[in-house]
């Protein structure tokens, strides 16, 4: 810890210090002012300019590996970003193979025999069949047919596949629907 009269000595050295400096200094700007040329370097100042030339390569040297390390974290990010990326495509390519599995249960004859019964005669049957077949054959139906046989189905049955049909067509939705 420093006492209050040790500080008061090292204020008064630097006071004295910078005087110094200052009467040594003065002669030499005295002379720049008047236009006169400059006295020769003096080894102490042909020194300093050496160090600091010596330690300006390590300088730079700090510098560029400032900014190697800032462009690597840069990278990391950039990669993990790229990696989350493909992590989604990844998920859309699995939804919309799943999708396209989903419309491809309801292809050809069955949509027609459905087509061509009464939505009262309908419902009960899909009821019974999978949810999910349930939903394509009712996506690939006319809307008004579609509606009036979801009108006579259970209502907690035509909930799950109200919900199934809203899945489809939902890009953001990648989870199995079942």
């Not at 210090?17 to 030499?28: H, M, R």
């Not at 990010?77 to 493909?86: F, K, N, P, Y």
């Not at 193979?97 to 249960?105: A, D, H, L, P």
């Not at 008004?144 to 199934?164: C, H, N, Y």
Request: include cysteine; charged fraction near 25%; proline fraction near 6%.
């Amino acid at each position: 810890m420093i006492k209050p009269n040790q500080l008061h000595f090292s204020r008064v050295a630097l006071r004295n210090a910078v005087a110094v400096l200052a009467i040594v200094t003065l002669p030499a700007f005295a002379q720049t002012a008047l236009g006169q040329q400059q006295p020769p370097e003096s080894a102490t100042e042909a020194e300093i300019r050496q160090f600091c030339t010596g330690i300006a390569d390590a300088a730079r040297d700090q510098r560029y590996l400032l900014q190697k390390q800032e462009l690597e974290k840069l990278q990391a990010d950039v990669d993990s970003r790229i990696a989350i990326l493909e992590q989604r495509r990844a998920e859309y390519e699995d939804w919309l193979t799943r999708r396209n599995e989903f419309m491809k249960q309801a292809e050809g004859q069955l949509v027609e025999i459905y087509k061509k019964m009464a939505p009262d005669a309908a419902a009960p049957q899909l009821e019974e069949t999978n949810v999910i077949l349930a939903a394509a054959i009712i996506m690939k139906l006319p809307p008004r047919q579609s509606s009036l046989i979801l009108t006579e189905m259970s209502p907690d049955k035509a909930a799950e596949v109200a919900s199934i049909m809203s899945s489809a067509g939902d890009p953001n939705t990648s989870k199995d629907p079942s």
